[in-house]
């Protein structure tokens, strides 16, 4: 689940704004949840209890604790270096301010949905990079094996059968369950298979040929969903190579 906050006094433009989120999240290979804040105060009230994002939409011009001194309360006091800021203002004078806070963009109002897509596809590409681990248990031992190296997995029984680029591995566990862990280059194209996109060499109406020659089957219920997110990590590369 990727937790995106919001934080602006216009009670408008949030409901704006988290609602092109949720319809922008549906169309990418994201799982979004998102809270909206009101104030500067309230974020950080909830950020000391504990709340974590990965990313968060932070108006500047805030009527107390502005979206500067809240993003150097993230940056500073919680020494939070992961969640992705993302200022948004009607102006266009606070680069120096924002040099040390380091965000990942900064938005002048109006936002359009294809700004935000954007944010959004580069948020989840810099996250996916870091969080480039996949753990697994076998008996008393957890191995552990970069995401990048994984082409697909496949449920037999009770057990899940993982190959990678250069071998295989069994282990008990359930692929819905592992797909949450996963990063957004994965999909579930059947109940007993998760793949890699990178390692997709050939797409057809209802299976994929995987890099290794290995042809898995993608259910019915998967082929609308799976044909658009295709479409969307495609433009993701082309957002990449910008």
Excluded at 29 to 35: G, I, L, N, S, T
Excluded at 83 to 109: C, E, G, N
Excluded at 186 to 203: A, D, G, R, T
Aim: overall charge negative; hydrophobic content about 35%.
């Amino acid at each position: 689940m990727y937790r995106i906050g919001i934080c602006d006094d216009d009670k408008e433009l949030c409901a704006g704004l988290e609602e092109q989120i949720y319809q922008i999240a549906k169309e990418l290979p994201m799982k979004a949840d998102v809270e909206v804040w009101y104030s500067g105060e309230s974020i950080v009230n909830d950020l000391q209890n504990g709340i974590q994002l990965d990313l968060i939409f932070l108006d500047i011009e805030l009527i107390q604790e502005n979206g500067i001194s809240v993003g150097k309360f993230i940056r500073n006091e919680m020494e939070d270096i992961n969640t992705h800021i993302v200022y948004i203002s009607s102006k266009q004078t606070y680069a120096m301010q924002l040099f040390k806070v380091q965000p990942l963009d900064f938005l002048v109002k109006p936002v359009s949905s294809e700004q935000i897509r954007e944010v959004l596809v580069r948020s989840l590409r810099q996250k996916q990079s870091l969080k480039s681990f996949f753990e697994y248990q076998k008996g008393s031992a957890v191995f552990r094996i970069p995401t990048r190296n994984i082409a697909y997995f496949m449920s037999m029984d009770k057990k899940i059968k993982l190959v990678t680029r250069d071998n295989e591995d069994e282990f008990y566990g359930k692929l819905k369950s592992i797909i949450e862990e996963l990063p957004a280059d994965f999909m579930m194209i059947h109940q007993s298979y998760i793949v890699n996109q990178l390692y997709v060499n050939e797409y057809s109406y209802d299976c994929v040929k995987m890099s290794d020659g290995t042809i898995l089957s993608i259910s019915k219920p998967y082929r609308k969903e799976i044909r658009g997110k295709i479409k969307q990590y495609r433009k993701a590369e082309l957002y990449d190579e910008l």
